[in-house]
């Protein structure tokens, strides 16, 4: 089995649950943006959670298939189509061979997860499928798809069409969107003043919001506590001597804009950072749209664990009423 | 040095050994994060050493993050007995200096420079007093330089020249980040240089360029095939300057599949560096050099 790329659409890359073990190198763990979705987008078809599916951002494929095949499309609202025959997401549908997958437009959220029975069976590398593209590593051919690529598709006979996912254990895109944020790292690197202007405002979700990192622009700059530059740091006031980059870390270059670092983030660098976005949190980053206003909400260990919790029960659920 | 513990969300922990880069830093971080792996401690998924600091990513339901802080100063603790050597390797990597790719780039994104009217080279040989380009290559491949980060991007060398301070190479970053640079790059920022692994966005000054691949994702450079990235933390690093044509010939030699880089075991003792740094480094070389 094996589907065609006849539109790759904006950047459809593959995704699974990501390549953990690498970050000391350089190489981030990569995964799907919206793991929530992506897990559930699975299990609705009858694969594992953790298989690798496509990850369409903003504009979908269009796909041909040369087989039968359970789908299913979840995450971003952009209504799957066979053939023309628009199909519901969150629900698994049929597609026979020769038929064809498009997606009209995108109508909330930024990217949808195509999971297809079987699985997208691109070869394992470093312990994973997924695409990260600027290494040019996993996925097919390390890169996003492009027109006339042969997706490799697993074996698998694929569960029943129309199970649904029920409304409640879907997480839907916010807007206007608070991520909740733990301060710390270089947060005594800004005045008081700078530190509560920073969770006040309304930012904005930048154009420049891609798989590395989201930015936001929009808020007052921050102002800087005065201190003679470490040696090796740089001259900036907002350089560090070059550190690592934890998953979900705002760094603020320069002061200006926060820049979130997600699935595909560079492992360190120059700036510092003035906390984490909790880990509940990094699935709805991945479905901000550009100029989302978006409040960053200051939180503790407590509630960061709590969230986390609750996150966790949300894919409980998932599993246990697609099992 | 003062060891400043902070979270990074409920994944991380972070670790600052020092705010200004020494090797006495990188010694402690490195002293600790391999105390951490040997204490195999149920739910730490990831440690990353960087120059004077480092990461660790660890799961919060197995442990929880109280815990987990604590184990990393009882390590800090047990640590600072630990032997400040390290058996490590010397790498040479060929340079061509004052390339016209780098050229070519730098002149694309000057107006993100401080000096829109020179060259990064030009700009770094000024600020730092050395005598025009020629006095900086002297410098710059002069003596060894040691790997105390390995990321950014994949396989990408932070290199911290070993030299006593007053005769480090230092050099802000661009303005503005540039959007390109190319390949295999040598760069620089604040104390630090850097090979660029891939091509892709980067702030630092480029002063030149490596015909060795020091990242390979597909396996086929022989020298790659073992693991994709060359450099890892504590590697020594030794540029050798070279010219376009053997430049143009090692490029040739690396596409068929025929170059190997010169490598070769070493000791480094960080009690001797400190001691006399232009022996070690001597006795550094000869590793290389096979005297």
Known sequence: MAINVLKPGLSTTVQDLGRPGYYHIGIPTSGGMDMLSLAAANL??????????????????ELEFTADATVAVTGA??????????????????????????????????????????????????????????????????????????????????AAEGRCLPEALRRKPQMPAELRMLPGLYWHRITEGAGARFFEDTWKVAPEADRIGYRFKAGQ???????????????????IVDACYPYGSVQVPGG??????????????????????????????????????????????????AARADRKRVLDGIAATLS | MTTRYSFGGDEHIFVECDE????????????????????????????????????????????????????????????????????????????????????ETGQRFRERHQDPTSTDIEYTARINNLDGVDGFIKAHSGAPWFVSMVGFVAGLP?????????????SPKYLRPR????????????????????????????????????????????????????FKPGDIVKWKPI?????????????????MPRIAPVTFSLTDFQADIDGTNARIMEALNGH
């Open chain 1, 77 to 158: 609202d952009m209504p799957p189509k066979v053939d023309d025959q628009e199909q519901a997401t969150w629900t698994s549908f049929k597609v026979r061979k020769g038929q064809v997958l498009s997606f009209g437009f995108l109508k909330a959220g930024a990217r949808a997860y195509i999971a297809v029975s079987g699985g997208i069976d691109v070869p394992v590398v470093l312990g994973s499928r997924s695409t990260y593209t600027l290494g040019a590593l996993g996925g097919f051919k390390g890169r996003k798809l492009e027109a006339g690529d042969v997706l490799p598709v697993g074996a698998g006979k694929g």
């Open chain 1, 221 to 239: 700059p921050l102002e800087f506590v005065a201190r003679d530059q470490p040696f090796g740091a740089g001259s900036d006031p907002s350089n």
């Open chain 2, 158 to 170: 932070f290199l911290y020249q070993m030299v006593d301070r007053p005769r480090q190479i230092q």
């Open chain 1, 256 to 305: 200006t804009e926060p820049i979130v670092l997600h699935r595909d983030a560079v492992s360190g660098g120059g700036y510092f950072m003035v906390g984490t976005v909790i880990s509940a949190d990094m699935d709805l980053i991945g479905q901000l749209q550009p100029h989302t206003p978006t409040r960053f909400v200051k939180v503790t260990m407590q509630e960061a664990l």
């Open chain 2, 243 to 259: 010219g376009r044509e053997e430049y143009d010939q090692t490029v040739a030699e690396v596409d068929a599949g025929r170059w």
């Open chain 2, 179 to 230: 959007t390109d640079t190319p390949r295999l790059t040598v760069g620089h920022g604040g104390c630090f240089a850097c090979i660029y692994s891939v091509r892709g966005a980067g702030g630092y000054q480029m002063f030149g360029i490596t015909p060795m691949p020091i990242y390979d994702p597909n396996q086929t450079v022989p020298y790659l095939r073992d693991f994709m990235c060359l």
């Open chain 2, 20 to 103: 200004s880069m020494s090797l006495e830093a990188f010694f402690k971080g490195m002293s600790i994060t391999t105390a951490l792996r040997d204490a195999r401690i149920r739910g730490v998924t990831e440690i990353c050493p960087a120059n004077a600091s480092f990461q660790v990513r660890f799961d919060p339901d197995v442990i929880a993050p109280d815990a987990m802080m604590a184990e990393l100063k009882a390590l800090e603790a047990a640590a600072q007995s630990a032997p400040s050597t390290l058996e490590t390797r010397i790498i040479e990597v060929p340079v061509f200096y004052n390339d016209p790719w780098t050229y």
């Open chain 1, 44 to 61: 609705l078809v009858g694969n594992a959670a953790g298989d690798a599916v496509l990850e369409a951002v903003f504009l979908g494929p």
